[in-house]
């Protein structure tokens, strides 16, 4: 049964004509208009009628004649059983009075309330715009004794705190004379957000009229003390709905926390476990549903906020989930310690049944002329120290691979002549090829150290390689769409901890760290490149953790940028390369770093831009051009095995 018909009443006029609607608030309480009251204890035949009405409608006293009412749909035949009522709180007609024309009567007997008649939930809205929302309500207007639904949408405030709402069907009722005192049913809120109080006479073509909302019904006696009322679906949606856009993953992630392991279905059809399109659905859905002691929107406040928490982001929204929480919920500091346990507890399973993430290592060294290859595999990226040698194998033996400076390999001494790689890439090919029968899984990341000179020169970038040669074009896929790909400097595996340039890589690495809950856009240091004095003072302070290239890498200028790189210690730097000189640098690569939620998942972003350009295959795709040097100082081979020259 229809929410309104537990709680909409009939208020009648002496005999069986009918002043108005009202609505059951309390077990003993019915809100109404005034106006209907007065309608009801005045008859229309006195001869001074229009005048003692006027009267009633603004005297201070409140009337002391009993009321009859009834619940029209919880009782057989026409007219159910009538209650009898008094008036327990009067506010007047007032015309410079925001809480005026509202009664409220008190059953005399409330113990014979039918059954089934439940008061209902009225919603605090207070400023909040609801202009847009469409809205139900059950009334009696002329030749509808029986009851008759209007529907509209509600629009904006006007005079006297009152909102005007408008009906939106061709067919059907519309809020007119018979309306007044029902309650104002809000779709989306899924509760009681004002009453009727007025239909605009003038024009009834327009279907126009007005409600009281709820804040100034509850100033009204003790009505805000035995009221059911509840303003959390509202204040939820308003302090969320200038992040949910900008904030999605962050929402999405506190959602599906949120959720019960099995699916639970909706009325809709639709499973709870399928993202909700609007914030107003997705609160609407948690709602009401529980898992263990906490509702799922409490859950989901809940894990928001500890989330929010932990990235160290968005104090103001913090501050007003907390606020929320205070508010709804008796000893919310159970429920955060819970859903604290509860994150640990996913974290230790997810750690135990994740899948590794094994990692390819190339070392391109220089010597004398040439340059020598070394490669190691590393079982588990995420599991993995270079002080401990356990989980990493060498691919090649020392000094075995020689290579030029064009990726050409010159000297392989211990592979046998069918199996000779004749490049870098199909040597990794073979390593690539190798990883399953090792791991288990398919290699996740490869990392190339190259010279600074030769990143981006002569040799073809890994990321834009095929991992298998044998296959027709249309099909190959790439490193860089199987892979997170990045470059790194092969100087670095060179030198002494205790390095200067090691020690500003180590620096520049741990304040990047700290920075977990920035967003990437304000993390990286955008800059073009005049000379490379200039380009190097601007990289080099302490602060400046990441760079991003505002203009595209010119092959003149390379050399001298992955220098000025080096030797200022930045870990991570993004550009595009030489080929894409054609296309617009800067908004592109500041668009690539507000699309990613945080810096650590920035190669995981590049590898989807690489996969878009391969799926859509256009070689102007940004996906085409992208480098990425990513130098973590704690992803090297083992300490023991870094027998550099």
Same mark, same amino acid.
């Given at each position: ?445 490869? @990392?190339? /150290? ?6 981006? *020169?002569? =040799?073809? +970038?890994? $990321?834009?390689?095929? &991992? ?58 955008? @800059?073009? /490149? ?6 190097? *003072?601007? =990289?080099? +302070?302490? $602060?400046?953790?990441? &760079? ?98």
């Amino acid at each position: 049964m229809d929410a309104l018909e537990l709680v909409v009443v009939r208020i009648f006029k002496s005999g069986e004509d009918i002043a108005g609607s009202g609505f059951l608030v309390s077990p003993q309480y019915i809100l109404t208009c005034a106006h209907v009251v007065a309608y009801s204890v005045f008859s229309s035949q006195r001869s001074n009628y229009k005048e003692a009405l006027k009267q009633l409608l603004r005297q201070e006293e409140k009337p002391t004649q009993i009321i009859e009412i009834d619940f029209p749909t919880l009782a057989e035949g026409k007219i159910g059983r009538k209650l009898k009522t008094k008036v327990a709180f009067w506010q007047p007609l007032k015309d410079n009075e925001n809480v005026q024309d509202i009664a409220v009567l008190k059953l005399i007997n409330p113990d014979l309330l039918p059954e089934r008649a439940q008061p209902i939930k009225l919603i605090s809205i207070g400023n909040e715009n609801l202009e847009g929302h469409t809205f139900k309500a059950l009334g009696f207007p002329k030749n509808q004794k029986g009851g008759e639904y209007a529907h509209g949408v509600l629009q904006g405030r006007v005079g006297q705190g009152r909102i005007q709402v408008e009906g939106t069907r061709e067919t059907g009722g519309q809020l007119e004379e018979g309306f007044s005192g029902t309650p104002i049913w809000d779709e989306g809120l899924e509760g009681v957000v004002g009453m009727a109080v007025a239909a605009d006479k003038e024009r009834p073509e327009a279907k126009v009229a007005f409600m009281t909302p709820t804040d100034l019904l509850l100033k009204v006696g003790d009505l805000a003390e035995v009221c059911k009322v509840d303003g959390r679906l509202q204040k939820a949606i308003a302090i969320l709905q200038d992040y949910f856009q900008d904030y999605r993953d962050e929402i999405r992630y506190a959602y599906y926390q949120s959720l019960p392991e099995n699916s639970i279905p909706l009325s809709s059809g639709k499973s709870l476990h399928k993202f909700p399109e609007s914030l107003p659905e997705m609160i609407r859905n948690l709602d009401n549903r529980r898992k263990e002691d906490y509702s799922l929107l409490e859950r989901f406040i809940g894990f928001l906020l500890l989330h929010l928490q932990d990235r160290d982001c968005l104090p103001e929204l913090r501050h007003k989930l907390e606020e929320w929480l205070k508010r709804h919920l008796q000893n919310y500091q159970y429920l955060i310690a819970a859903l604290r346990k509860e994150q640990a507890i996913k974290n230790q399973q997810k750690f135990q049944a994740r899948e590794p993430e094994p990692c390819i290592l190339v070392g391109v060294i220089e010597k004398s002329s040439s340059f020598f290859v070394k490669a190691w595999l590393i079982e588990d990226a995420r599991n993995y120290t270079p002080k401990n040698s356990q989980g990493c194998h060498s691919l090649i033996d020392e000094e075995d691979v020689l290579m030029n400076e064009k990726g050409i390999l010159i000297n392989q001494k211990t592979i046998s002549e069918d199996k000779k790689p004749k490049n870098l890439t199909e040597l990794l090919q073979s390593f690539f090829t190798d990883v399953p029968s090792r791991c288990q899984c398919k290699a996740k990341k490869i @990392s190339i /150290f190259l010279p600074y000179r030769l990143i981006d *020169r002569d =040799i073809k +970038p890994v $990321d834009q390689c095929p &991992v298998n040669e044998n296959v027709p074009d249309d099909f190959k896929t790439l490193f860089g769409t199987e892979c997170e790909v990045s470059v790194r400097f092969s100087e670095r595996l060179k030198i002494s901890k205790d390095d200067n340039v090691s020690c500003k890589l180590t620096e520049k690495w741990g304040k990047l760290a700290s920075k977990h809950g920035k967003q990437v856009v304000e993390i990286f240091y955008p @800059s073009g /490149f005049s000379n490379a004095k200039r380009f190097f *003072r601007e =990289i080099e +302070p302490p $602060d400046v953790v990441a &760079v991003r290239l505002t203009e595209v890498l010119q092959a003149e200028k390379q050399e001298s940028i992955m220098a000025a790189f080096y030797y200022a210690g930045i870990p991570v730097a993004l550009w595009m390369r030489p080929e894409a000189e054609n296309l617009e640098c800067c908004e592109s690569l500041k668009n690539v770093c507000q699309t990613c939620t945080c810096w650590l998942k920035l190669p995981e972003t590049i590898k989807a831009k690489r996969s878009e350009a391969w799926e859509e295959d256009i070689d102007t795709h940004i996906g085409n051009h992208l480098s990425l040097l990513w130098d973590d100082p704690n992803l090297i081979p083992p300490v023991q095995q870094l027998r550099m020259p």
